[in-house]
């Protein structure tokens, strides 16, 4: 099968291209190497250097499928950028849909995530939970979420939505566990964490989140759903406070742990989820995987992957 993959430059991406390639696929990547390197593009993929924003990026490209996983993936960034977040993350996800109802794509695989969510009210947070988006980051994969299940109703594109909860691993370039390592290189006396360090959050390791997303890819070309939302995750959580620790034990440093208040509710940032774990059941029904690692597992693991690549 002839599989385009936006973002196969990224994080996620360049480990989804790895197995796909693995597989025997035929694959194709679609990068501006905002984020993505290069170097970790798999040899065996074509590499096309295009930016999602433009609307004419897909001239020359054709595939079977898209993995649609580009995107501005710092929540963070979305509450101060929110014109950075609208570009990357809802105009350039209506591209690849017009792209893929032109060009006769059969299904479309979106990279969605747990913020869509907000402050659930229900923790695990299943599927059937309502949008409540308190960033702009949600609000613009719960966006990019309406706007596949439309394609798919009325063009017929099929469209299968992951909500990731936190992903991890080698490669990864922005979130917790990397700003802590990047701040210990700067100084590894003082550790500062945003909020009051209680927030808890689900971590999944990268090759269970691939195994997951493979599984459930292959699943859903099954079934007649023309749209379906899954999440994937882990079936614990870990503190904030906990990582921490981790990851300044794995560098095998004892800094002080300085808590940086931001909000009057603890949260690291305005718009940052405090809680989240989401309910796994639906996936597991499903497709029979579970995850191998807890999420401190998870966090130990890429703290050690990360302080190779990062840590010298
Ligand atoms: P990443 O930043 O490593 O990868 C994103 C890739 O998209 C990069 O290679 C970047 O260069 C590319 N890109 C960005 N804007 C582009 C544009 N306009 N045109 C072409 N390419 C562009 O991030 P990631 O962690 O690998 O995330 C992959 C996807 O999964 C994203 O959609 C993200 O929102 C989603 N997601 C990630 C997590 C996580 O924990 N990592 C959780 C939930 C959802």
């Known amino acids: 099968?002839?599989?385009?993959?936006?973002?196969?430059?990224?994080?996620?991406g360049s480990h989804l291209v790895d197995r796909l390639v693995e597989e025997g696929h035929e694959v194709v990547v679609v990068d501006n190497l905002s984020s993505g390197r290069r170097e970790f593009v798999n040899k065996a993929a074509e590499l096309y250097?295009?930016?999602?924003?433009?609307?004419?990026?897909?001239?020359?490209?054709r595939g079977d499928v898209v993995f649609h996983f580009a995107a501005n993936?710092?929540?963070?960034?979305?509450?101060?950028?929110?014109?950075?977040?609208?570009n990357e993350n809802v105009l350039a996800t209506?591209?690849?849909?017009?792209?893929?109802?032109?060009?006769?794509?059969k299904s479309v695989i979106f990279a969605s995530?747990?913020?869509?969510?907000?402050?659930?009210?229900?923790?695990?947070?299943?599927?059937?939970?309502?949008?409540?988006?308190?960033?702009?980051?949600?609000?613009?994969?719960?966006?990019?979420?309406?706007?596949?299940?439309?394609y798919a109703r009325l063009y017929g594109v099929k469209c299968l939505a992951i909500r990731y909860a936190n992903i991890i691993g080698p490669r990864l370039r922005h979130g917790v566990i990397y700003d802590f390592i990047m701040k210990l290189k700067r100084n590894p006396n003082v550790l500062e964490v945003l909020g009051d360090g209680t927030q808890?959050?689900?971590?999944?390791?990268?090759?269970?989140?691939?195994d997951a997303t493979i599984l459930a890819w292959k699943k859903f070309e099954e079934i007649k759903e023309p749209f379906l939302a899954l999440n994937v995750g882990n079936l614990d959580a870990i503190k904030v406070l906990d990582i921490a620790q981790i990851?300044?034990?794995?560098?095998?440093?004892?800094?002080?742990?300085?808590?940086?208040?931001?909000?009057?509710?603890?949260?690291?940032?305005?718009?940052?989820?405090?809680?989240?774990?989401?309910?796994?059941?639906?996936?597991?029904?499903?497709?029979?995987?579970?995850?191998?690692?807890?999420?401190?597992?998870?966090?130990?693991?890429?703290?050690?992957?990360?302080?190779?690549?990062?840590?010298?």
Request: hydrophobic share 40%.
């Open 200 to 210: 808890r959050k689900s971590y999944l390791y990268i090759k269970d989140a691939i």
């Open 94 to 105: 209506f591209n690849v849909l017009e792209w893929a109802r032109q060009t006769g794509v």
């Open 247 to 312: 990851v300044a034990e794995v560098l095998g440093l004892r800094p002080e742990i300085k808590l940086v208040p931001t909000t009057p509710d603890g949260r690291g940032w305005p718009g940052d989820v405090k809680y989240m774990t989401l309910s796994i059941t639906k996936l597991m029904k499903m497709t029979g995987w579970r995850p191998t690692m807890t999420s401190g597992e998870a966090v130990r693991k890429t703290a050690e992957d990360l302080a190779k690549e990062l840590w010298q």
């Open 1 to 12: 099968m002839r599989i385009v993959v936006t973002g196969g430059a990224g994080f996620i």
């Open 73 to 86: 993936p710092e929540v963070r960034l979305s509450t101060t950028e929110p014109v950075v977040h609208f």
């Open 49 to 61: 250097i295009r930016d999602l924003k433009e609307s004419d990026w897909g001239v020359g490209i």
């Open 113 to 150: 995530s747990s913020t869509v969510y907000g402050d659930a009210e229900v923790i695990p947070t299943p599927e059937e939970a309502p949008y409540k988006p308190i960033s702009v980051y949600g609000a613009a994969k719960a966006a990019g979420e309406v706007m596949c299940a439309t």
